[in-house]
């Protein structure tokens, strides 16, 4: 039976689907069913996620067994929990310009914490994760909770399993600044190129990408805060060769985890192919925001500021105070344009041309 | 979704100002709140937004936007001279992509919370915004009075049996202590007048008003959790221990925060334990002032002390941020100053 739904990552041709696995027709490759989870991965990547292989093993025992709510409840991981369950990093919808109800790409799923939220508003989502035990926690949830409209897939956001032109919105949560260490051999900043061409490849014309991603220049890494991927102080702020040879010293490799400034961001963006590039602010972060602010107009920023943040000013040191009182007397188009670039986290819609 | 909600601000501005807006002079800025999520939107620089959506696609809580949507309804069709710009104008509702919508406008002004740490040291300036409050809400409650011919049976009890169940809910209750509420509202029950009941805000705290400097008025949004047939004086009192508790942050921070430190208190100002004696109990320049403004407020509803000591009750078991506390401290100290 032929399945147009996924195409073979490494050839882009159709597929013939067999009892356990597809096969492609061009490239005689075969890619296993496992589990009712088409893998499409030629070996098995090393496992990385919040918790250990063996803890995340025996969570999904339990969610199997007593229901994937009572095994969340028993993570020992707070920060985890909360992640899994919190539903309103979906937000960024209402700044996409294409169809949001269509059918959509979560790359990177991680555990799903995007992937069923808007699971309730679109036709479907596949929802791609490499690892293992991350993805099936995924499918088991769907079966559990009967959203059949959700199709777990094991795969690499470099070689996207899918035909071109299928889905209306893709989004990367958490997943660019990571690309670069999926594969040791390649530059980091090629491997983002390569899956950004892939997501152009593979989106609609006019349909869009979310961005979720932590800002190089972010404030608190001038005042030496560990870079959260790296764990280095100050070397998101070194050119990449100085952060590269800073990495080899401490950590005994290579620094691979790229972030971007946000000017970077945008030519990164448009040189891949995307006609339009939003970037917006998530405030306090990507991960969980309350507020996300457009930073290429200076009057909601500055809205933001005196309403929001004025409302949290009077309960702050007198040093806030007084950095607060200065901001407020900067006109907001010149407060915007230096602060953008400092900001913490970036939210950005970039859109593919309807021309492409 | 981002096209289909700017086509639906283009045309309401044009509606308005009969001219066409392109989709590049159009912002949105996102809050996520609780019940749903917000998009102001701001039009060709302007530095306050003109509109707003409340938006969600959770079937749950449609219904507190239907809710929103209906009392603000009902009350720009109401005839209120002096209080008819200070709550928001529904504009349109609908569906987008599955999201129920609502459009307003949206509010000018500065958050109260503000204004009020602004006037921290200024007994007069308090007292005005909360004369500026109390007035507010006595034309509002007078305005949307339950007629006697529409009262029925059984409302103060439908009232109760909520107001005791979602109390329940968040910290369990007592035998002992249900009992003696339930004896309470029996009391009271039968005194209470029929028509006692009004356009209840039920979220009215600082955190929910804007504060115009210029035209010295206020604007009340969020009406989300209202209910017509609500009870007075409740609005009152929420608005009371959250101002108290807004005030105490504020002294806190400034005593405790070092010079410099880059510290923040992100979680401002949910009334404690002596915030509540403070405000309603002990007598200060804060209860003396509260108690002038329930004493006016209760007079023109002819509300007996019994019913304001029932209300208060009730005032404690429904507020949102309540502490399981409060209610301790009425039970073992009874009618509170403000009222006697």
Not at chain 2, 23 to 50: M, Q, V
């Amino acid at each position: 039976m032929e399945q147009k739904e996924f195409v073979c990552p490494l050839c882009k041709k159709e597929l013939r689907q067999e009892a356990d696995a597809y096969l492609c027709r061009e490239c005689s490759c075969k890619w296993k069913i496992k589990d009712g989870i088409p893998v499409f991965l030629k070996e098995e990547i090393p496992y990385w996620a919040e918790i250990p292989q063996v803890e995340a093993r025996a969570f999904n025992q339990l969610a199997q067994k007593e229901g994937w709510r009572k095994a969340v409840e028993s993570l020992s991981s707070q920060s985890l929990k909360e992640y899994i369950f919190h539903e309103s990093r979906i937000n960024w919808k209402y700044f996409v310009p294409s169809d949001v109800s269509g059918v959509i790409l979560d790359a990177g799923s991680g555990w799903g914490s995007l992937s069923f939220p808007f699971n309730d508003y679109c036709e479907k989502i596949y929802s791609l994760e490499p690892a293992w035990e991350r993805i099936n926690f995924i499918k088991i949830r769907r079966d559990q909770d009967q959203l059949y409209n959700l199709v777990p897939v094991c795969g690499d956001t470099l070689n996207l399993p899918f035909p071109d032109s299928y889905f209306d919105v893709v989004f990367y949560s958490g997943v660019l600044e990571w690309l670069g260490t999926s594969n040791t051999k390649e530059k980091p900043d090629d491997l983002q190129k390569k899956a950004l061409a892939e997501v152009i490849r593979v989106l609609k014309p006019g349909g869009s990408l979310y961005i979720g991603v932590e800002n190089r220049l972010a404030f608190f890494y001038f005042l030496g805060v560990k870079d959260p991927h790296a764990g280095l102080r100050f070397s998101t702020l070194m050119p990449r060769f100085l952060a590269d040879l800073y990495s080899k010293i401490v950590r005994k490799k290579s620094y691979r985890e790229y972030l971007y400034s946000y000017n970077a961001l945008k030519r990164l963006l448009k040189k891949s192919g995307f006609d339009e590039v939003k970037i917006f602010t998530p405030i306090p972060s990507y991960l969980n925001y309350k507020y996300i602010v457009p930073l290429d107009s200076g009057y909601p920023f500055n809205y933001w500021l005196k309403n929001v943040l004025a409302t949290r000013i009077p309960f702050a040191s007198a040093v806030l105070r007084l950095i607060f009182g200065f901001l407020k007397i900067i006109p907001p188009v010149t407060l915007v344009a230096v602060l953008k670039y400092f900001v913490p986290d970036y939210a950005i819609i970039a859109v593919k041309s309807k021309k492409q | 979704m981002r096209d289909e909600l700017k086509k639906i601000i283009i045309r309401q501005f044009q509606k308005e100002q009969g001219r066409l807006l392109q989709h590049k002079d159009i912002s949105f800025l996102l809050y996520a709140s609780r019940s749903c999520d917000i998009l102001f939107c701001f039009i060709n620089s302007a530095k306050t937004p003109r509109y707003l959506f409340k938006i969600t696609a959770n079937k749950d809580l449609f219904s507190f936007l239907k809710t929103e949507q209906s009392i603000l309804g009902e009350l720009s069709e109401c005839d209120f001279p002096s209080i008819s710009e200070t709550f928001p104008r529904v504009l349109g509702q609908g569906m987008v992509q599955n999201h129920y919508f609502i459009l307003e406008t949206a509010g000018q002004g500065e958050h109260l919370i503000n204004h009020i740490c602004a006037c921290k040291n200024s007994l007069e300036q308090k007292k005005m915004i909360f004369y500026k409050i109390t007035d507010w809400l006595i034309e509002l409650h007078k305005q949307t009075t339950l007629n006697p011919k529409d009262s029925r049976e059984g409302l103060l009890e439908e009232n109760f049996k909520e107001t005791l169940a979602l109390y329940k809910k968040k910290h369990g209750l007592g035998q002992a202590k249900e009992e003696k509420i339930i004896s309470s509202h029996n009391q009271v029950s039968s005194l209470y007048p029929a028509s006692a009941f009004i356009l209840q805000h039920r979220d009215f705290s600082p955190w929910n008003i804007l504060y115009n400097r210029k035209k010295g008025d206020i604007f009340v949004f969020d009406w989300e959790y209202g209910a017509f047939q609500g009870l007075p004086l409740i609005d009152l009192l929420n608005f009371a221990i959250d101002f108290k508790g807004i005030i105490s942050a504020q002294d806190k921070a400034q005593k405790i925060t070092s010079k410099f430190s880059l510290s923040i208190n992100v979680n401002i100002s949910y009334a404690g334990k002596d915030d509540f004696l403070d405000a309603f109990y002990n007598k200060n320049q804060y209860s003396l002032l509260l108690s002038g403004c329930v004493s006016k407020y209760c007079q023109e509803f002819n509300l007996s002390s019994k019913s304001s000591e029932y209300l208060f009750l009730l005032f404690i078991l429904r507020h949102l941020y309540r502490e399981g506390c409060f209610l301790d401290l009425f039970l073992e100290k009874g009618c509170p100053f403000i009222f006697k």
